[in-house]
């Protein structure tokens, strides 16, 4: 069982920039790969960014120019620094862990809200 536990949202103005913090239970060089994710209110949850145990990145293509994943392995942590926020960027911010293959994203943290304001 992986425990995450996000921090860093909170309430920007458009523009603005925030870095989100996703602390891991369990090493992060054992899971295969750790993911962001975000849902808007009334919104499915979309995928935003991930990063393999090898270090291979992926983004969500209208976002990797503003987007960074990163992660620090002795801190079982991994970030998502986000940069030119817009109002549309508000919502929940989910990190999440797949133990087995790429996109098999079966942990979650209890998310952490992003409102970017005008």
């Known amino acids: 069982?992986?425990?995450?536990?996000?921090?860093?949202?909170?309430?920007?103005?458009?523009?603005?920039?925030?870095?989100?913090?996703?602390?891991?239970?369990?090493?992060?060089?054992?899971?295969?790969?750790?993911?962001?994710?975000?849902?808007?209110?009334?919104?499915?949850?979309?995928?935003?960014?991930?990063?393999?145990?090898?270090?291979?990145?992926?983004?969500?293509?209208?976002?990797k120019d503003r987007f960074t994943i990163s992660r620090d392995g002795a801190k079982n942590t991994v970030y998502l620094q986000m940069n030119s926020l817009k109002p549309e960027d508000t919502a929940v911010y989910y990190c999440a862990a797949s133990k087995i293959g790429k996109t098999n994203f079966n942990y979650w943290g209890q998310g952490t809200q992003v409102t970017v304001s005008l």
């Open 1 to 63: 069982q992986v425990q995450l536990v996000e921090s860093g949202g909170g309430l920007v103005q458009a523009g603005g920039s925030l870095t989100l913090s996703c602390v891991s239970s369990e090493n992060i060089f054992m899971v295969s790969a750790m993911g962001w994710f975000r849902q808007a209110p009334g919104e499915q949850r979309e995928f935003v960014a991930a990063m393999t145990v090898g270090g291979t990145t992926d983004y969500h293509p209208s976002l």
